[in-house]
């Protein structure tokens, strides 16, 4: 660990600080966007971690950016409220032109505009994306765009969207992954012109919404890249994101064992604590082996993906190391607690639903392991 990945973690630490608990917990119970806390990492630069300096961004790589949303996640917050902008941004970044560039990346890393909605998952599609419903015609300077769109995070709270359409009939493309298309939208201007945006109450604090379109119209300028080359450019951005993910997860996972050995320590039960049996410390212990082996891989896949090497298979193996060290780490606090687990005040039960998700989302366990079954050992695809 390097002299800037220190100074980072504890600008990080020192910001999140101000984030106590109570704040979580009481966004957490109201469903409300942490947006207090989404304005003060905007504005101490963090979020434009990976936005390049001449666009006005902090030019780091994922490797830090991880460290970043890591430690918001080890502080007790959840960086699930905004950490999209990270990797959605680089489809923009590595794909828009000069002119896209140049109008939208000063203005998402000043905080001007929020790129914090990323469509692709629909309803009747799932994980098979290039099956997706949701079309974009052209008609003179204009996309129209008709479909829908389900689970769309913080669509609510953002000012962008980037939106994966079809605008070449899957019976016309040679291969099904051809003739999808990414358009930057404008969800301010678009909102009661074609888009209806509707909230989607989950188990865990997450601004996740439904998106109708009804014709909607999006400036052909809008259009990122060529057309029909989306869904390379989407799986572009995948491996930043799984990266980042884990990272989160490494963090839900250190706060799980330091929550659960300090009560360990502290809950006297039959005249001693209970971190003095062995029932109780050992999986306190397993799971800490888990969360530091997941974050050995975390900066394997982080630092290939720095050096412009192919990373597919560290970023999916630290997705599901992570996500699956979180998980068992949330459920083994929650044992450590025993009722007080459940109860809010303790935000056990808060941690343990928000890191559930990272079994599901964005890509599920199933998925990554018939990436690797396939991609990496060479077994038929399975689906
Ligand atoms: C809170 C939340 C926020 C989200 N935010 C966003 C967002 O901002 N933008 C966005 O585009 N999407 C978002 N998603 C969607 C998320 O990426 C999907 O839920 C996820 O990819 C799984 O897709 P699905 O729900 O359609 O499940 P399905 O594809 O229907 O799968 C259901 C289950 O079947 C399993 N399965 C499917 N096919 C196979 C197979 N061939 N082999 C083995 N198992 C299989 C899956 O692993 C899964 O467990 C979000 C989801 C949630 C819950």
Known sequence: MNELHEDLRKAVQKMCSKFSDEYWRKVDANHQYPEEFVNTLTDS????????????????????????LEEINRSGGNAGACHAQMYTMGTLLRHGSKVQKEEYLPKIANGNLRLQAF?????????????????????????VVNGQKVFISRSQFSDLMILLVRTTPLKEVQRRTHGLSVLLVDIKKSLGNGMTIRPIRTMMNHATTEIYFDNLEVPVDNLIGEEGKGFHYILDGMNAERILIAAECIGDGRWFVDRATKYAGQRIVFGRPIGQNQGIQFPIARAHVNVEAADLMRYRAAQLFD???PCGAEANMAKLLAADASWEAANVALQTHGGFGFAEEYDIERKFRETRLYQVAPISTNLILSFIAEHVLGLPRSY
């Open 307 to 309: 050096e412009g090497k």
């Open 45 to 68: 630069g963090f979020l434009a971690a990976l936005i390049p300096e001449e666009y006005g961004g902090a030019g780091y790589g994922i490797t830090e950016a991880s460290i970043i």
């Open 119 to 143: 469509g692709v998952t629909e309803p009747d599609t799932g994980t098979d994306t290039t099956q997706l419903k949701t079309t974009a015609e052209q008609k003179g300077d204009r996309y």
